[in-house]
């Protein structure tokens, strides 16, 4: 890359704030606008706001450096090639997508434009988002030849955005003119040329000098199918794995098993196949639903993604019957919760299976005593402190005398706790692991009952000789 790009993200959050510090890595001058005041002040004085592996790292590299944090979007279209839109675009009451915040921001823009410039969808958007984006330019009183609009999805995992960034499967530029193309293909080019991985400071990851990732180039229409498709899928393999456990259970199979089998073919892999409560986040829920609710906009019958949508749901439900056949009743019962973020590495709760799992137990009458490394803070806005709602300050604390333990997110360290240490705090030596995180055996040889996702629950004997009929045991 001979000189830097000016490059404008438009949004702080997951997206926005990854992306500006990654483009700042790759060499690029970045301005990353916000309309928060309190966010970008907050910014600005080095907290990420999200729990991140490397983000606070480039962040304090960076900020007032190749990093500038704004909230004038005017000043930042004037002085930038590329603007990036990365705001969010939450589900409406009906399904689709919230494309409002994406509107406010191209009229915006619009209003700023003063030569040439790309604007990048960066957002999750459903198929013809880059058209409608046109129009409100064009509306707004811009010539077509001054600008072009690109679709770039992003394929990150919160927990690891950062190294997915820089290190992604591949880069899909989705361009309807050659003009764009050639400036997006640029501003990726450190990446796509290897030239970035001969850094010594480069983050690490899978990519290499002499393995760069792939740029493929398509319409902007496929580009934008490619996101939620992908997205779509994933959901997909998780719901599959998650009714084959279901199955698995009820003929006393072991789906991790199973799981190994499948992904074993490589047609299939194995990424994806872990069973578990459902999943969760910003994206998948809010993009299953998207896609199915364009399809049946387009008159595209796409029934299966209801299917998967009613898996995720009945999943919880499911392990709150296996809570129920370990403790019988749960009113009353004090319950160690590990976990309240979505998914390891992350302090996101958004679409949380392990907030809506507490949310459950409380209704039964249950004192739920949690605890995450980085996401308590922010589940207690959806979980206030209350009698029945206490937050733990450690792993030992929230099982001290409780009657049974759940591990609801998969944290590294949920799954490397010292299980004799464990059995002695506990009330009961019961474990309900809704991410199997151990080995049944493992767990039967320290002492404990021990029910997990898609395999037979490992009880010692006293107990398995006299098991309870599954009507009692689910309270039917």
Known sequence: MSQPIRIAVVGSGYVGLVAAVCFAEMGHDVICVDNDESKVEALRGGDTLIHEQHLPELLDRYRNNRVQITTDLA??????????????????????????????????????????????????????????????????????????????????????????????????????????????????????????????SCVPGDCSDHHPPPALMTSTKSAEIIKHASNAFLALKISFINAVSNLCEAADANVEQVARGIGLDSRIGPKFLRPGIGYGGSCFPKDVAAFRSVAEQMGVDFN???????????????????????????????????GLAFKGETDDIRESPAVDLVEMLLAEGSMVVAYDPAAMKRAATE????????????????????????????????????????????????????????????????????????????????????????STAVGA
């Open 383 to 470: 979980l206030p402190p209350s009698p029945q709602m206490r937050y733990a300050t450690s792993v030992e604390d929230a099982a001290r005398d409780a009657d049974a333990l759940l591990i609801l997110t998969d944290w590294t360290e949920f799954g490397e706790l010292d299980l004799q240490r464990l059995h002695d705090m506990l009330r009961y030596p019961i474990v309900i692991d809704g991410r199997n995180l151990y080995d049944p055996q493992t767990m039967l040889q320290h002492g404990f009952t021990y029910l997990s996702i898609g395999r037979p629950t490992a009880t010692p004997s006293r107990e398995a000789r006299n098991p309870l009929p599954e």
């Open 304 to 338: 299966l993604l209801s299917e998967v949508e009613k898996i995720n749901a009945n999943q919880k439900k499911r392990f709150l019957a296996k809570v129920r056949s370990a403790l019988w009743t749960l009113r009353g019962k004090r319950l160690a919760v590990l």
């Open 75 to 200: 000043e930042a279209t004037r002085t930038c090639q590329v603007i990036f839109i990365a705001v969010g675009t939450p589900q409406s009451e009906t399904g689709d997508a919230d494309l409002s915040y994406v509107e406010a921001v191209a009229s915006e823009i619009a209003r700023s434009i003063n030569g040439y410039k790309v604007v990048v969808e960066k957002s999750t958007v459903p198929v013809y988002t880059n058209e409608w984006i046109r129009r409100v330019i064009e509306r707004n009183g811009v010539r077509r030849e001054d600008f072009d609009v690109v679709s770039n999805p992003e394929f990150l995992r919160e927990g690891t955005a950062v190294e997915d960034f820089l290190h992604p499967d591949r880069i899909v530029i989705g361009a309807d003119s050659d003009r764009a193309a050639a400036l997006l293909s640029e501003v990726y080019a450190p990446l796509t040329s290897g030239s970035y991985y001969t850094h010594p």
